[in-house]
T-cell receptor, first 114, second 114 residues
Framework: DTEVTQTPKHLVMGMTNKKSLKCEQH?????MYWYKQKAKKPPELMFV???????INESVPSRFSPECPNSSLLNLHLHALQPEDSALYLC?????????????FGPGTRLTVL | AQSVAQPEDQVNVAEGNPLTVKCTYS??????LFWYVQYPNRGLQFLLK??????LVKGSYGFEAEFNKSQTSFHLKKPSALVSDSALYFC????????????FGKGTRLHILP
């Protein structure tokens, strides 16, 4: 089973709200990723967790805060977002972030910031 | 610097005809190459990858890709296109400096005409 799940599917929030995105995989993968994707553009890497430790932060603004509570879960906490943060947020995982391998993507959360 | 180029924004093919979606790359070290497909409002689905071995790689849904080291290309092909193949296709390459990171091309929209 190569499934990555993400909740919620859609999220609308105001600029003063605090919300969280959730990602889960049960494939035993040890690397998990957050990407941001604008319409008709490629995904942009935001964060990488490898063995539950943050290994890459692509200079993402602090209003985005990732968290990896365990090897199966990845959260993205959102606070004081801007309208330009509206996008599809994708989670992905792969077996071992120390070797090149296939990343498996979730269906994404469509975020709208008002 | 690592990079991947998809020279065509859109490719139009008649149903039943062969299709090719082009990808060229520039990497230091061994190239690890991937193709993903994205249907509207969905996450990315893995199609195939080249890590090592045979230059002709077969993947999901009847797609295949040919790794050509001398031309630094990894074109995606299918012998007979289906209308359901219409989607956004991304070529990706491992970041030569980081095994846990891949770089996406800008994407090519494939439109299969019935």
């Amino acid at each position: 089973d190569t499934e990555v799940t993400q909740t919620p599917k859609h999220l609308v929030m105001g600029m003063t709200n605090k919300k969280s995105l959730k990602c889960e995989q049960h494939m035993g993968h040890r690397a998990m990723y957050w990407y941001k994707q604008k319409a008709k553009k490629p995904p942009e890497l935001m964060f990488v967790y490898s063995y539950e430790k943050l290994s890459i932060n692509e200079s993402v603004p602090s209003r985005f805060s990732p968290e990896c509570p365990n090897s199966s879960l990845l959260n993205l906490h959102l606070h004081a977002l801007q309208p330009e943060d509206s996008a599809l947020y994708l989670c992905a995982s792969n077996l071992d972030g120390m070797k090149p391998d296939t990343q498996y993507f979730g269906p994404g959360t469509r975020l709208t910031v008002l | 610097a690592q990079s991947v180029a998809q020279p065509e924004d859109q490719v139009n093919v008649a149903e039943g005809n062969p299709l090719t979606v082009k990808c060229t790359y520039s990497v230091s070290g061994n190239p690890y190459l991937f193709w993903y497909v994205q249907y509207p409002n969905r996450g990315l689905q893995f199609l195939l990858k080249y890590i090592t071995g045979d230059n002709l790689v077969k993947g999901s849904y009847g797609f295949e890709a040919e790794f050509n080291k001398s031309q630094t290309s990894f074109h995606l092909k299918k012998p007979s296109a289906l209308v359901s193949d219409s989607a956004l296709y991304f070529c990706a390459v491992r970041d030569g400096n980081r095994d846990d990171k891949i770089i996406f091309g800008k994407g090519t929209r494939l439109h299969i005409l019935p």
